[in-house]
């Protein structure tokens, strides 16, 4: 797995998301969890932590914007292999699992949280990484 790649693409997930439902939503917190660990595991795979901010650039007809202010353009992740646990952060009680891969891998963690929490009313998620499959 390219840990870099995968750090890039959480990073760039977790800030749709708070642009989306903002800093204190508990999809966001767990998005967030997930961006740093999979940030922690580049820096522990000898990748400086700078590097998450710098991916090839691609053509774009039209330049993303943020609050009238141009965003740094970034290539898209594709081909990253997510394992993770979420698990009810208060009793430490597991609440679903899985491994997403290719393209939309990370909006399959984010589909899941989504529907962990609808089922869990309440509840403080915790998502957790993990280097390989994880049932």
Known sequence: MHHIRAARAAQHLAVRVI????????????????????????????????????????????????????????????????????????TGELLSFGSNGGPGSLNGIVQDALRTQAEN???RLYVEQFEGPVY
Do not use: C, E, F
């Open 121 to 123: 009313p309440g509840v």
């Open 19 to 90: 642009a989306q439902l903002g800093l204190a939503h508990p999809i966001t917190l767990a998005l967030l969890a997930v961006a740093t660990t999979a940030a922690a595991r580049a820096w522990d795979a000898g990748h400086p932590v700078a590097d998450t901010r710098h991916a090839p650039q691609r053509r774009k007809t039209a330049m993303d914007m943020w609050k009238g202010k141009p965003l740094a353009d970034r290539q898209p992740v594709s081909d990253v292999d997510l394992h993770y646990r979420i698990y009810n952060s208060a």
